[in-house]
C-alpha cells in the first residue's frame, strides 16, 4: 500500500475513522498464531510464532526481510 494512502476504520458507534499511511505498507500472506511472553529483572522478551495463510507458500518465498508489527487493543475513546 503506497505511502499517502487513506484508510478508515470499521464503524464504532457509527463512527469511521480516516487515517493515511506515512510509509510504504507491505501486506504479506501470515498471521499471528501466538504469542509467548517472558521477563527477567527488567528486560522482556516477545516471541510471536507467525503462520502463513497461503496454502504451498514457504517463508522463504515470501521475500521478508522484516516485519513491522503494531502493538495495540481494542480500546477505543
Known sequence: IP????????PIDKCICEF??????YLYPISINEVFASSKNQDY??????QIDKAETKISD????KINLYLGND???
Open 3 to 10: 505511502k499517502g494512502t487513506v484508510v478508515k476504520s470499521k
Open 20 to 25: 493515511k499511511t506515512v510509509y510504504d505498507v
Open 45 to 50: 522478551t516477545f516471541n510471536l510464532k507467525l
Open 75 to 77: 480500546t477505543y475513546m
Open 62 to 65: 515470501l521475500g521478508l526481510e
